[in-house]
Every structure is written in C-alpha cells, then in structure tokens.
C-alpha cells in the first residue's frame, strides 16, 4: 500500500486543521492507521490510531481530547482533525498503516503543520 498525506499548513495557536492520508492498493479496511509526528530535534512519537475491522481509537495524552483521528474505507483515507492547536504541535505529520494492526510498515512522506504563537 501507498500513502500520501495532505493538507498541512500555518495555523495559529488555538486553531484547527484536519489532514488527510489517501492510501492505494486494496483491502484498505484490514489496516490499522495511525498518525505519528517528528519535531525538530525529537524522535518521531505516536499521536493516533485507529483500528480495522472495529475502528477502535487511541491516542497519545498529550493530543486527547483535542485531536480526532477517523477513516473512510469506501475513500481509502484516513483523517486527523486538529483542534485547539498548540505551538508544540508543530511537527512533520507522517501516516503510517499496518496490517491486521500488526506492524507499521507503510509509511507516508510527512505533511508540515507549524503552529504559530
């Protein structure tokens, strides 16, 4: 499977913005999603999954109840909406899919979100 995020941008602290990640390939629906992120200087860390077959949601603590991860199976593409942006959201944004919710081993090419102050 193939992965292409979108839809990153500037936004103000307190903003919102939702990314997009468009998978090819079939059987889009046995892949779990989750969205990890990179900032400069910092490993890449886990932001939100969300699980095949029952779509299960998580998140990291620090996103909880500010960012909403979801899916549609017949567009191949999963959503992270962001809500109540902060600076220390800036990152790169990457998609990644694993199937049967095993392994991540699908990745995206990463969408900039700058959160400004």
């Known amino acids: 499977v193939q992965l292409q995020a979108s839809g990153g941008g500037l936004v103000q602290a307190g903003g919102s913005l939702r990314v997009s990640c468009a998978a090819s390939?079939?059987?889009?629906?046995?892949?779990?999603m989750g969205w990890f992120r990179q900032a400069p200087g910092k490993e890449r860390e886990f932001v939100a999954r969300v699980g095949w077959g029952t779509g299960t949601t998580s998140y990291a603590d620090s996103v909880k109840d500010r960012f909403i991860i979801s899916r549609d199976n017949d567009k191949n593409t999963v959503y992270l909406q962001m809500n109540s942006l902060k600076p220390e959201d800036t990152a790169v944004y990457y998609c990644a899919a694993a199937y049967l919710g095993t392994k991540y081993d699908y990745w995206g090419q990463g969408t900039q979100v700058t959160v400004s102050s």
């Open positions: 390939g079939r059987r889009f629906s046995r892949y779990t």
